[in-house]
């Protein structure tokens, strides 16, 4: 067994845990973190990537900043967003590739892999 697993969890932690798996349980939220997982965008590119209206993006944007899953930067009188951390492009990434585990098939993750089916993580 994992060290880690086995040491009881700080309640701000897990409550810390707790929000982030709450901000992931919105489809949008998902798809923005996914895009930022590539680089930094602006709330304007953001929109335009996702089809959604600017001030929708910016409300969901306001919300994962607030559980620090996402940090700015200010370019003038525009505002850039990034993935806080690799933990959270990790995490995104890793339910991603877990949900296309549900389907048929191969999983995509595993098809641009090669002969082996694994890839190591970006």
Do not use: C
């Amino acid at each position: 067994m994992n060290a880690d697993a086995q040491q009881a969890l700080p309640d701000e932690q897990v409550e810390l845990a707790v929000e982030i798996f709450r901000m992931l349980a919105d489809g949008s939220r998902v798809r923005m973190l996914w895009a930022l997982s590539d680089g930094e965008l602006s709330v304007t590119e953001l929109a335009d990537r996702l089809q959604k209206p600017g001030p929708s993006v910016s409300q969901h944007l306001a919300k994962l900043r607030m559980a620090r899953m996402v940090r700015t930067r200010r370019e003038g009188n525009q505002v850039f967003y990034r993935v806080e951390n690799e933990h959270i492009a990790s995490l995104v990434r890793d339910a991603i590739h877990n949900a296309e585990h549900a389907g048929d098939g191969i999983p995509e993750h595993h098809r641009a892999a090669g002969p082996s089916g694994l890839r190591s993580a970006p």
